[in-house]
Every structure is written in C-alpha cells, then in structure tokens.
C-alpha cells in the first residue's frame, strides 16, 4: 500500500541550528511531494511542493526540501531554526493516476530551545 | 489568497447528537475534502468531493455523511455523535489543474461529552 512514513515523532533543537525533517514514501514512480506546517490550534499551512525538475525547492519561511528519488525520500531543511517555527510538520503525497487524495505522515513535533 | 473557513473552532456535543461541521472555500475549487486529526495518527480522510452533489468515502467514513449542495460549501455531518469522534475536524480544498496542493481551514475542535 501507498504509505509516508516520517520517522521522527519529536524532534527538539536549538535557536539558530540547523533543522533536517525526514520524509520517505513508497511509490514506484514519482509522486506529487508536499509539505505543510501546523502551529498549535491552527490549520495546516503549506510550505513546498515538488513535482519535477530541480530537486532542491524552495519555500517560504526559509525553508528547502531535497527530494532523492534513490532512497524515496523529501527532507525538509532548514539553516538556522527560530523559535516561532516551533510547530507540527507533515510530509504529505499525492500519487499519479486519477485519484485527487493526499496520504499524510503522522507528523513531526518540532520544539526549539532557546 | 485562498481561503477556507469553517464554522465553529471549538464545539462541544453531547452523545447522540446530530452534528453539523461547515466548511467554505472562495476560490471555486472544484474538490473539496474532509479530515480528522488525531495525535499519533496523523490526518485521516473521512470524505472528499469533487463536484456538486458528489462525493467519494475516505478511508474513516463510517458514522459521517457530507453534503455539498453548493460548490464553495462542503458540509460534514455526524448523524449520532459519540465520543470516539471527539477529534480534530479539518477542512481543505484544491483545485483539479496544477500541483493539487491543498488548502486547510483552521479546524474545529469537537468533543462530544
């Protein structure tokens, strides 16, 4: 079955160090990527997407994903973390063919330090 | 921008209820999508629609039914409210050309008591 796993249920770090949010999906070809971010009682809010061509993309808030179709993964990066990207992340795919669906990860819980 | 809006942040039902979720987009998305948001199991789709008067299951939709009478409105109705669907109910439309990325609304919090 079609599945995104995302590894990390929690991660903590600190202000200005840097962030990677791991991301695989199982599928053969390569599917629409996203990910979207969740601030505590809100909705979800996109912050990249991937499709084709480059594979590093760039979203807003300073943050970039790599998708590497080798290991099936899209990573989310980010620089230097501040502490208002403290937030949930959810690594979300859409499959090729005619379904409109997403599948999301469970989501990873980013809490950052001072 | 899109926007998505729903029209209750916070509702509190009693079990057996009959209870409506709404949710309305202003970018005539033609799908529009309903979710629920539980810790540790990520978002779940419960329902989608992709026209008027359509609608396809998720993968949770027993005890829910939906209904979208109008393309910018997507209703999600709990026919008899327990407390197993005290949840996270999430809103999210797409239009069909381009990447299908979705856009949420803020979510409802539902607890049924």
């Known amino acids: 079955a079609q599945s995104v796993t995302q590894p990390d249920i929690h991660i903590t770090v600190s202000e200005g160090a840097s962030l990677e949010l791991r991301c695989n999906y199982s599928?053969?070809?390569?599917?629409?990527l996203f990910w979207y971010v969740q601030s505590p009682g809100q909705g979800l809010q996109l912050l990249l997407k991937y499709f084709s061509g480059d594979t590093l993309v760039q979203g807003i808030k300073g943050f970039e994903a790599e998708f590497k179709r080798s290991q099936s993964s899209f990573n989310l990066r980010k620089p230097s973390v501040h502490w208002s990207d403290a937030a949930e992340y959810f690594c979300a795919c859409r499959y090729g063919g005619a379904t409109n669906k997403l599948i999301f990860g469970t989501g990873t819980l980013l809490a950052v330090q001072p | 921008d899109v926007k998505v809006t729903q029209s209750s942040r916070y509702l509190v039902k009693r079990t057996g209820e009959k209870v409506f979720l709404e949710c309305v987009q202003d970018?005539?998305?033609?799908?529009m999508f309903w979710y629920r948001q539980d810790p540790g199991l990520g978002l779940r789709l419960i329902y989608f629609?992709?026209?008027?008067?359509?609608?396809e299951k998720g993968d949770i939709p027993e005890g829910y039914s939906v209904s979208r009478e109008k393309k910018e409105r997507f209703s999600l109705i709990l026919e008899s409210a327990s407390t197993n669907q005290t949840s996270m109910y999430l809103c999210a439309s797409h239009r069909v050309r381009g990447y299908y990325e979705q856009y949420f609304g803020p979510g409802t919090r539902l607890t049924v008591t």
């Open positions: 629609s992709y026209d008027v008067k359509m609608k």
């Open positions: 599928y053969g070809a390569t599917p629409y």
């Open positions: 970018m005539d998305h033609e799908n």
